[in-house]
């Protein structure tokens, strides 16, 4: 159990590092999420490969190629906001994927509104618009994180809905990234009219990091999570990943000195996005708790 929480930590801290990586890339938006895809994808099906299994196509599975086209939107979204702000504003700006989750979910999966998650989702949004109100350096960054938070909150609901039965998880994932990469091929003709082909030129260390990215950042870090969730609960890793903004905006505070960049009012922002985790994770404990305790009842 020691080994595996020491390996779920150390999942979270790679998790981190996407944003770093999306900072460290000088290419925009698009064109560090095409790469990513396609090299993820390329790689996960030469894994597929070496291990001689099938990945037979069926019109089942468009849904997921579907699931991964908004993956993909998301990813730009994400990694534009840190272009255009910085990683600590991308990842504090992806927590708002809770409110929209707390409106989307009972629309998408058809169950009640859940009062506590929307109120902890509030208090989470209060603590983005006290940044966006007073530090219009970042408002763009803000707008766009916002708009990534948005399209995680769909690809998330949209995986609950649909990918949960998966006979193979990892296919699923295959088909995803490689959905993401059809769309933005599909969208690289619009792409190329604005910026033409030097938009696509990569610098030497670009090259290196979108390896790592798509390495480490996407298929490690997924066989991680998949060889942690044999030995401890969805519930624990899920929980677990609350901390995954701490540990960008550490990671970015080391290696980039943003703390040198950020004001009061984004650390009062912060204060209360994490105030909304603690009491969310206090409140499923809570129930989890209590559901045990009926069971042994």
């Not at 019109?59 to 993909?72: F, T």
């Not at 994180?145 to 909150?153: D, T, Y």
């Not at 990091?209 to 996407?218: E, K, N, Q, R």
Request: charged letters at 15%; hydrophobic letters at 55%.
């Amino acid at each position: 159990m020691l080994k595996a929480l020491v390996l779920l930590h150390i999942s979270i801290v790679i998790a981190g590092f996407t944003g770093v990586f999306g900072r460290l890339i000088s290419a925009d938006a698009y064109v560090l999420t095409l790469y990513r895809t396609l090299l993820a994808s390329g790689l996960l099906f030469l894994l597929f490969y070496l291990q001689r299994r099938k990945v037979k196509f069926t019109r089942a599975d468009l849904v997921y190629v579907g699931i991964g086209a908004v993956l993909a939107l998301h990813w730009i979204g994400f990694y534009g906001s840190i272009k255009l702000a910085n990683v600590s504003i991308g990842v504090v700006c992806l927590s708002a994927m809770a409110f929209f989750s707390a409106l989307l979910e009972p629309v998408l999966l058809k169950r009640r509104l859940r009062l506590s998650e929307l109120c902890f989702a509030l208090i989470g949004m209060g603590g983005i618009l006290l940044i966006f109100n007073f530090d219009a350096r970042y408002r763009a960054g803000i707008v766009c994180g916002l708009i990534c938070a948005l399209l995680a909150s769909i690809y998330t609901i949209l995986n609950k809905k649909y990918a949960a039965g998966a006979s193979s998880r990892e296919r699923v994932v295959l088909l995803e990234l490689a959905g993401g990469g059809l769309l933005l091929c599909l969208l690289l003709p619009g792409y190329l009219s604005f910026k033409g082909l030097q938009g696509l030129a990569l610098q030497p260390a670009d090259a290196l990091y979108l390896f790592l990215l798509s390495t480490i950042c996407t298929i490690g870090l997924y066989l991680l999570q998949v060889s942690v969730l044999r030995q401890i609960s969805a519930f624990t890793v899920n929980l677990s990943y609350n901390l995954e903004p701490i540990y960008s905006i550490v990671l970015a505070m080391i290696i980039f000195a943003e703390n040198r960049e950020l004001t009061a009012a984004f650390y009062a922002g912060l204060g209360l996005i994490i105030l909304a985790v603690l009491l969310q994770t206090a409140v499923l404990l809570y129930q989890r708790r209590r559901s045990e305790m009926t069971a042994e009842a």
